[in-house]
């Protein structure tokens, strides 16, 4: 089966600024990957790239197999820009129907596939509105409809949540639980962390044009950690607990450890009280990997400051 998204070597230098530096990433079908990364890192150059809107100097992209720009890999694709525009003089009724051309479909064809989507947007009532009286959260509803409803097989989403309200960002995840279900395909670019890790199968983290590092929800759960709190009569072999200064003591451990160090403690008649595992959040794990790049700058970026 043909990979939805695939970049190979993807380079695009503007001067001195490499927006994309031998970019090499994929998505596989059903899974939804986070892209993240600091402003300037490459994201929206490669979204950009893969829909032939920005031509690279080296590598591919395809989706779908197809070279970007391709009306079959385009007409499978639905993209959600990260500033939605629609003319003004359009309503969300002729604007989807003038895209839906572009699909084949008629425009019975478009009121049929728009229909469920504007009522669970909160735009059914501004269907013969012109777009230039919406709001920039309705606006917004617009281009997530816009982006769905011919039922495309990868959707690119560039910061989807922005100017939503909180029923409007409850609906796209909902949309987007479904989407999964149904087994489509995500490239979701965002600095809304709390999204991204509730998504995603997979985080890609990219910074001066090229992928850094790539986490699974399985990966930062490995970086957690147990806390027990226990009541003892005294020291347990092989259980390094602290005082909490209530009568009671606390150990740390790994989460390999717990089970281990849970048999010490009732092998020696040890009352435990509670057992907590804490999971590192990725917006911390991104955090502790922008400090570490700090840290030890790439020969690429050094270059670059010494140019």
């Known amino acids: 089966m043909t990979s939805p998204f695939v970049s190979k070597g993807a380079k695009r230098h503007f001067g001195k600024i490499r927006a994309l530096d031998g970019m090499d990433f994929h998505?596989?079908?059903?899974?939804?990957?986070?892209?993240?990364?600091?402003?300037?890192?490459?994201?929206?150059?490669?979204?950009?790239?893969?829909?032939?809107?920005?031509?690279?100097?080296?590598?591919?992209?395809?989706?779908?197999?197809?070279?970007?720009?391709?009306?079959?890999?385009?007409?499978?694709?639905?993209?959600?820009?990260?500033?939605?525009?629609?003319?003004?003089?359009?309503?969300?009724?002729?604007?989807?129907e003038e895209i839906g051309t572009l699909y084949g479909m008629s425009r019975r064809e478009v009121a049929v596939a728009a229909k469920p989507l504007l009522e669970?947007?909160?735009?059914?009532?501004?269907?013969?509105?012109?777009?230039?009286?919406?709001?920039?959260?309705?606006?917004?509803?617009?281009?997530?409809?816009?982006?769905?409803?011919?039922?495309?097989?990868?959707?690119?989403?560039?910061?989807?949540?922005?100017?939503?309200?909180?029923?409007?960002?409850?609906?796209?995840?909902?949309?987007?639980?479904e989407a999964k279900c149904a087994g489509k395909s995500l490239v979701l670019s965002s600095h809304n962390m709390e999204m991204v890790e509730g998504v995603c199968d997979r985080y890609v983290f990219v910074d001066e044009g090229k992928v850094q590092w790539e986490a699974t929800p399985e990966d930062l759960r490995v970086e957690s950690s147990a806390t027990i709190i226990y009541r003892s009569l005294g020291p347990i072999k092989g259980v390094d607990g602290t005082s909490t200064g209530d009568g009671r003591m606390k150990v740390v451990v790994a989460p390999e450890q717990k089970s281990s160090v849970l048999r010490a403690l009732l092998g020696a008649d040890a009352e435990?009280?509670?057992?907590?595992?804490?999971?590192?959040?990725?917006?911390?794990?991104?955090?502790?990997?922008?400090?570490?790049?700090?840290?030890?700058?790439?020969?690429?970026?050094?270059?670059r400051e010494d140019a």
């Open 27 to 96: 998505v596989e079908t059903g899974e939804f990957v986070g892209l993240i990364g600091p402003n300037g890192a490459g994201k929206s150059t490669l979204i950009g790239a893969s829909l032939g809107l920005v031509r690279l100097q080296e590598g591919e992209i395809y989706l779908f197999g197809d070279a970007p720009g391709l009306p079959l890999g385009k007409s499978r694709t639905g993209y959600l820009p990260e500033f939605f525009f629609s003319p003004d003089h359009l309503t969300p009724k002729a604007y989807l």
């Open 120 to 177: 669970r947007m909160g735009l059914a009532a501004h269907w013969d509105r012109p777009s230039g009286k919406l709001s920039k959260g309705l606006l917004r509803r617009l281009g997530i409809v816009r982006s769905l409803f011919h039922d495309p097989e990868l959707l690119i989403f560039d910061e989807p949540a922005w100017g939503l309200d909180p029923m409007g960002r409850k609906a796209l995840s909902e949309i987007l639980d």
């Open 272 to 303: 435990v009280l509670e057992v907590n595992e804490s999971r590192t959040e990725l917006i911390d794990w991104v955090v502790e990997r922008l400090k570490d790049a700090k840290a030890t700058p790439s020969p690429a970026k050094e270059e």
